[in-house]
């Protein structure tokens, strides 16, 4: 009675000790097992030259096709970019990029003519690039409601304390809320082909299937759920300081107006870097007898009114094709290509030192 | 008494006394004088920390003194305050979670002391008031109170004895639960107390409450009639002491002296001081470095930001308004605060899971010390013993090797070999052979041999049966006599000592030296039959029963290094019989007599014997009145009583002659000198402390192979300073620059690495001091002398292969030890020895060892590991240490490494978000890294690598050297691995960027976001981490595979799962879908396995053109492919 005791005061002096101390005085002889004897069964793999010279090989030859294919196929992309920022005083945007005020009522359109040397076969995915806007800026990325952009009611009335100070506008909640949403981008753009016989045939551009699928049917929701007057479901709230039209007017098709439309998921998803581009429109195919985009001359029509030039930001329209690999980069299929290369090099010359000492070491062994 | 009350009257508090005076039975001691109680603490023992009250602002205080949790405190705190990047949850969650395990840990193992503590304080026991029994909770005991205890009950607190159901009036006691020894001690009652405790009226006089178990003063004042008091000296063995068991006894009464807290146990048991490692001390100075690094990081990115921000459109663009309140603060106070959200942002590279992964890597792993079956001793049925868990890893860089002699060199296991009486040698070889030539029979001497006088002889033996402190064990006493009666029988008939039946007999002794006397003596026919109301009766070869009263013991202490007692014959003698080490009773006893004696005790002492002298002295009845008188006025003595003792001790032990000397065997323990051997090997330098002669010691070494035979022994005793017949001092002056030339200054410069005791090229030196000349060097007269002999001392030891320091007090061994400790370079120390004299060494080295030996359970108590034998030593350094230095170095760089390619992204992000504290990862990752993803693995590697096999270790002891220094952290492999992490965050986040110039990268043309690239960065990094680990680990049980594999498995488990679902209490549904949308995309694939493939190249190359070098390489290499099958075929 009193040895329990001293054990527990025994603990007190130093706790860490209690378990393995404590316990074994009383304990006898300790198990036979392969875990408490530390001798449970282990591969003991060791790295030498033979076990890895194989592994190099086959890395280097792994490496470099698929290199070789990344390469290839993204050379085969076909882009094409034009910057329509006007800072130039030749660019077509110039006027429309020096008279941008916020409050003009009449859109500035400018018109780009641009020519494609080759034919776009499959699928044209139009993107719109910015360049140093900073969207994974911290306060800009925060500032989103993400309940409300769910359709929560609550959310709708009563946005987020993150969305400040694009929360409320003289007392009403802004729907969307927050700085993301209120910057959307909200330039037009247009393409004609232009015709050798001289008429502009606008190209159809496609504004679906440019967000992600999970993002447009369970992240997205308008209030209300499925009820079709939006204009009832967003009654209290007020639009974005930025925006010219509210939320729900934002396109005709009711299956892509309000908070699922894809232009606005789409901007909502913050792009990684100040340079980025975000998916625009898709140029489906028509045929496979035709090109997608043939070869020849091509306008593109903006309508301005996206001010870029107040943070020396870039405004571009990227056309590309896309391969399963997505667009068009080349670092993959160099990268590839180089360590590929460099792991059948060192196999090589892991080669001639295992074989130079391998045989050493034998000649040595023997003569032991 | 009128000192007291004057004290009373001066408000003097009885604590600040030095001595306390208590009422028996609270009967006030005289009429006159008022009867105050003072107040003393209760009966209760609390060895709980906490209350149900105050558990939960005490813990948490507690907790938040160590300073990494106050650092996780702080970053929480901020995360609050400030407006940080990452809520607050990301470093609550995790320092919520620690805090709690731990409180719950600490609760729990209060619950228990709780537990224990009311099994104790809710004892009955016996309390006798006004004449009645009763019974009482024992935490009700008042000082003063008479209490009633029966056999095989523990004390409940310290008390004096009284009165004893035995009829000489003492008690039996074990202190088994209080320090281990299991042997009956003797405890007096006060002397001439009445009978009648109900009329007893005393008051007791002692010192105020002190730990030390072995030391008591008081004095009791009892009262009769109005007489003048009686006064008695109370002792130890007067003091029952709390925890201690009776036994052997069917009640006695006591009156409690110390209650409660205040009892020796209570006061002994009270915290020891904590030895940190020099591991530790790495993770301080490198955490340290990760700090500069967050600072430096923020500082940086505070800098930048504002220089960015001043570019027009920058800080606050159209579409990033800032809100009114950010507007409006203070440009300072907003540079601050933007400081501390970096470094909130950052603070992960300081891991808060690495201190609870280390503590639990050290408490774990120290379960396989104690469940070695190696460490088992099937003699005492005890394997190891693990007292504290913070050390494991110090095992491994021993560099010292501090040993006793006796217990743990040798086995403490005394044979008596033979004696020498007066010059004379008798030998007692073998049990079975005849005795050596001894006067057994009554016919003629045998004349081969020249023998002492019958007389002489006989008084020898008498010496040896009287001079002791053995008890004969009572419990078999029965049996025994009757053994005794046959064996009386047939020692009349043959005339031969008939020794098994004796052999059994049992002794109780402190030291075993003492028995083996004893058994010696029984041996030439002189047996110890008991003591008994302070009468000693031996049996005579002539089977006659001889009475001695005992008179007084003078007991043994190791300075005096002797012991006597006062005995009174038959006939009225009274003779004083001293026994002792030869330093200490050559000078006492007459000069003539020594040179015939001398000769014969150092011959024993070169062969390794244990050497004890043994005198005597008639003392006429006038000189033991006076030596009476002043032992009895010293015993009373309340201060100084233990130089007043040693002084009257001393004035008595003059003028005695010498009888003879013995010899005792103290045989070496099992695989002593392979294990020195081995230990040598290792790099270890090993010294000897003994209390030992120097000539038992050196044989001991050279026993040992401690000195070889080309060994140079260089010498510095009180033997060579009185060599050169000048002034000692001068001499030790010239001696030490001598040895220091030759050792020092002459020795080729010692490379590292080299095997240098191995090689006979080089002469090899050892170094022979004793305590008195260690002292003269330590303590020297004047102060500059002092530093430089130390320095030359240290200097000169230092190169000795090995260093024998003989004829040290206790303390001295512990200066060694500290001298050691704090000379250059601080190299780690261990000191290894199993006797309450080797305690003082143990507490003061790194590392102390207790041998479980015969010396009872100080050793093994003040210990930081015990184990049964010294052979175990071996394996404890050579193979634990070793491993356990390994894991956990690689434990400390591997979570460094991981934290900083963690963060790094982190950090290069920011140029490129403007600085504005945006994670690159989502909180939930920030959260989880540490505590889920990569936990696991590091901790079954910590526990389970055994990167070169436990037998390979224990066969080339060399090895040892190759983690010596702190290898594996020093600032060179620090900087490889911090290298390596900056390396793999660079990689990690520039082959993410240069893949993200497009981020346009699944197949149906849309694109990714931020949370997209830091889910791939993560992804990459939490595989090529684990992966790097998997790499490093030599030893894959299944464990291993499980963890790794299964880390990785929920790693992407948990991302699908954290991605699938809208959380409805997240703010914001960041990941949603971000993983299983990276999955889909080809290039997010072929990215992840490109930049962890480049990651591990240089890892995989350098395994591989790092060759194993060293002259074991090849040994290493032969057995270290050890495969599953072979393992199998040894099991």
């Known amino acids: ?368 | 008494m009128l000192r007291r009350r004057l004290n009373r009257l001066l408000g003097g508090d009885e604590r600040r006394v030095d001595s306390r005076t208590i009422y028996v039975g609270h009967r006030s001691s005289s009429t006159t004088e008022a009867f105050i109680p003072p107040k003393f603490c209760d009966n209760r023992i609390v060895s709980s920390k906490y209350t149900v009250w105050n558990f939960l602002p005490k813990n948490l205080f507690e907790q938040f003194r160590r300073i990494a949790n106050f650092y996780f405190l702080i970053i929480f705190l901020v995360q609050v305050i400030v407006d940080t990047p990452t809520s607050p949850v990301t470093s609550g969650l995790p320092l919520f979670f620690v805090i709690t395990v731990t409180a719950i840990k600490q609760g729990y193992e209060d619950w228990l002391r709780h537990k224990a503590d009311n099994e104790v304080n809710k004892y009955p026991v016996t309390v006798l008031e006004q004449g009645r029994k009763i019974r009482k909770e024992s935490e009700k005991i008042k000082v003063g109170d008479v209490v009633e205890v029966e056999e095989d009950e523990t004390f409940p607190c310290d008390l004096i004895l009284l009165q004893s159901s035995r009829d000489d009036d003492t008690c039996f006691v074990t202190t088994a639960s209080l320090d281990g020894e299991s042997n009956h001690k003797t405890h007096y009652t006060v002397p001439d107390t009445e009978k009648d405790l109900e009329s007893l009226n005393a008051t007791i006089e002692c010192e105020q409450p002190q730990p030390d178990l072995y030391k008591f003063v008081g004095r009791m004042h009892i009262y009769k009639n109005e007489q003048e008091p009686a006064v008695r000296s109370l002792g130890p063995e007067n003091l029952l002491l709390k925890g201690a068991t009776l036994k052997n006894t069917q009640k006695i009464c006591g009156v409690a002296v110390y209650t409660g807290m205040e009892t020796k146990m209570a006061l002994n048991y009270q915290g020891k001081s904590q030895k940190r490692s020099a591991v530790e001390k790495s993770i301080n100075a490198f955490l340290l470095v990760y700090l500069c690094i967050l600072v430096s990081k923020a500082l940086v990115c505070t800098t930048l930001k504002y220089v960015w921000q001043s570019k027009p459109g920058q800080d606050e663009p159209w579409y990033n308004e800032k809100t009114q309140r950010e507007k409006d603060t203070n440009l300072y106070l907003k540079m601050f605060t933007d400081f501390l959200s970096f470094m909130v942002l950052f603070n992960f590279i300081i891991p808060v899971s690495m201190y609870v992964t280390v503590e639990m890597q050290k408490f774990l792993g120290s379960f396989f010390i104690t469940w070695d079956k190696d460490f088992f001793d099937p003699e005492i049925k005890e394997g190891a013993l693990v007292n504290t868990s913070d050390l494991n890893e110090e095992l491994g860089q021993v560099e010292y090797v501090f040993t006793d002699k006796t217990g743990t060199l040798t086995q403490n296991n005394m044979e008596f070999i033979e004696c020498c009486i007066d010059g004379f040698q008798y030998k007692y070889r073998d049990a079975n052979s005849e005795l050596d030539g001894f006067c057994v029979t009554d016919g003629p001497v045998n004349k081969v041999q020249e023998k002492a006088g019958r007389e002489r002889e006989e008084l020898f033996l008498r010496a040896l049966c009287l001079c002791h402190t053995v008890q004969v064990k009572e419990s078999t006493k029965q049996s025994q006599g009757d053994g005794l009666i046959d064996q009386v029988d047939g020692f009349g008939v043959d005339g031969e000592v008939p020794r098994p039946p004796q052999e059994q007999r049992g002794f109780i002794a402190s030291s075993p030296d003492e028995v083996a006397l004893v058994k010696g003596a029984m041996r030439y026919g002189f047996t110890f039959l008991g003591l008994e109301s302070k009468t000693m009766k031996i049996l005579t070869r002539n089977n006659d029963v001889e009475m001695y009263e005992l008179l007084h013991v003078l007991n043994f202490d190791p300075v005096r290094r002797r012991m006597s007692v006062i005995v009174r014959s038959k006939s009225g003698d009274t003779l004083l019989f001293c026994k002792g080490a030869d330093s200490s009773i050559f000078p006492r006893v007459r000069q003539e007599e020594v040179e015939r004696i001398r000769m014969n005790v150092e011959r024993n002492a070169t062969e390794g014997y244990r050497t004890l002298c043994v005198a005597y002295k008639y003392l006429s009845a006038e000189e033991y009145a006076q030596a009476d008188a002043g032992l009895r006025e010293a015993r009373l003595a309340l201060q100084d009583r233990e130089e007043q003792l040693i002084t009257i001790y001393n004035q008595v032990e003059t003028g005695m002659s010498l009888i003879g000397a013995t010899a005792v065997e103290d045989r070496l323990q099992e695989e002593a000198a392979e294990t020195m051997e081995a230990l040598q090997g290792a790099g270890i330098k090993v010294w000897v402390l003994t209390g030992d002669k120097m000539e038992t010691a050196k044989s001991t070494c050279y026993a040992c192979r401690l000195f070889q035979r080309n060994t140079e022994l260089l010498e510095l005793t009180v033997r060579t300073l009185d060599d050169g017949g000048r002034r000692r001092e001068e001499r030790l002056h010239e001696l030490l620059l001598e040895y220091h030339k030759k050792a020092v200054q002459d020795a080729p410069p010692v490379k590292a690495g080299v095997t240098r005791t191995w090689s006979s090229a080089t002469q090899d030196y050892g170094f022979i001091i004793d305590g008195a000349t260690l002292s003269m060097v330590l303590n020297s007269s004047s102060e500059s002398n002092s530093s430089r002999y130390k320095n030359l001392f240290l200097q000169i030891c230092q190169n000795c292969a090995s260093v024998l320091c003989c004829r040290m007090a206790p303390l001295q061994k512990a200066q060694i030890v500290k001298m050691v400790k704090n000379s250059k370079g601080s190299p780690i120390t261990l000191s290894i020895g199993d006797g309450a004299n080797d305690v003082s060494m143990i507490l003061e080295a790194h590392v102390g060892i207790g041998i479980k030996g015969k010396e009872g359970r100080q050793a093994v108590r003040n210990s930081d590991y015990a184990i049964p034998k010294l052979k175990h030593l071996k394996k404890l350094l050579l193979a634990h240490g070793h491993l356990y230095y390994v894991r956990i170095a690689h434990l400390v760089q591997y979570f460094f490494y991981k934290n900083l390619c963690f963060i790094l992204p982190q950090f290069l992000y920011q140029f490129f978000c403007g600085y504005s504290q945006q994670p690159l990862y989502d909180a939930a990752y920030l959260t989880m890294y540490n505590i889920c993803f990569t936990s696991m693995p590091i901790l079954a590697y910590s526990l389970l690598e055994q990167h070169i096999c436990m037998e390979v270790l224990l066969d080339n002891s060399t090895l040892y050297r190759e983690i010596a220094k702190n290898a594996m952290l020093r600032w060179g492999p620090f900087l490889y691995w911090t290298l390596l992490g900056v390396f793999h965050g660079l990689l990690f986040f520039f082959g993410v960027r240069y893949l993200f110039s497009n981020p346009a990268l699944q197949d149906n043309g849309q694109v990714f976001g931020n949370w997209s690239y830091g889910t791939i960065v993560f992804t990459v990094l939490v595989f090529t981490v684990t992966l790097k680990l998997a790499l490093d680990t030599r030893h894959w049980t299944w464990i291993n595979h499980f963890v790794i594999w299964g880390s990785l498995a929920f790693y992407m488990f948990f991302s699908f799962f954290w991605g699938g679902i809208i959380w409805p209490f997240l703010k914001q549904q960041r990941l949603y879908f971000v993983f299983a949308n990276m999955l889909s995309s080809v290039s997010a694939w072929l990215v992840i396995i490109l930049l962890i493939l480049l990651s591990l190249l240089p890892e995989i190359l350098l395994v591989v053109f790092r060759k194993p070098r060293g002259p074991h390489a090849r040994q290493i290499a032969a057995v270290t492919p050890l495969s599953y099958k072979h393992l199998k075929e040894r099991e």
């Open chain 1, 1 to 368: 009675m009193m040895a329990s005791s001293y054990n527990a005061k025994d603990e007190d002096g130093h706790i860490t000790v209690s378990g393995p101390g404590g316990g074994t005085l009383r304990s006898k002889k300790p198990e036979n097992t392969a875990f408490k004897q530390q001798r449970l069964p282990a591969w003991q793999p060791i790295l030498t030259a033979g076990t890895v010279l194989p592994a190099f090989f086959i890395i280097g030859l792994l490496f470099i096709p698929i290199g070789i294919g990344l390469f290839v196929t993204s050379n085969n992309i076909k882009e094409f970019e034009v910057d329509y920022t006007g800072v130039d005083m030749s660019s077509p945007c110039f006027n429309c990029s020096q008279n941008f005020s916020w409050n003009s009522t009449k859109p500035c359109t400018c018109t780009i003519p641009f020519y494609l040397d080759q034919p776009y076969e499959s699928n044209v995915y139009v993107y719109y690039g910015l360049s140093n806007f900073y969207q994974n800026h911290r306060r800009y990325v925060k500032s989103r409601d993400d309940s409300q952009l769910n359709g929560d009611v609550n959310s709708l009335m009563s946005p987020s304390k993150e969305c400040e100070p694009y929360a409320f506008h003289e007392n009403k909640p802004i729907a969307p809320c927050g700085a993301i949403a209120n910057s959307m981008f909200n330039d037009t753009l247009e393409l004609f082909y232009n015709d050798p016989n001289g008429t502009r045939i606008p190209i159809p551009l496609n504004t679906t299937g440019i967000a992600w699928w999970t993002d447009k049917h369970v992240k997205f929701g308008n209030p209300g759920g499925n009820n079709p007057n939006l204009t009832a479901a967003f009654q209290g709230t007020t639009k974005p300081v930025n925006w010219r039209r509210p939320v729900y007017e934002l396109d005709a098709d009711p299956g892509n107006n309000g908070f699922i439309n894809e232009d606005f998921i789409v901007w909502m998803r913050t792009a990684a870097l100040p340079t980025f581009r975000k998916l625009y429109r898709i140029i489906n195919k028509k045929s496979s007898m035709v090109p997608t985009l043939p070869r020849g001359n091509y306008t593109l029509e903006v309508v301005y009114n996206y001010p870029v030039r107040s943070f020396e930001g870039r405004k571009r329209v990227i056309l590309s094709t896309i391969s399963w690999m997505g667009g068009k980069n080349p670092f993959l299929g160099i990268a590839y290509i180089t360590v590929g290369s460099v792991c059948f090099f060192l196999g090589v010359v892991l080669l001639i030192i295992h074989h130079k000492c391998g045989n050493r070491n034998n000649s040595a062994d023997i003569s032991n």
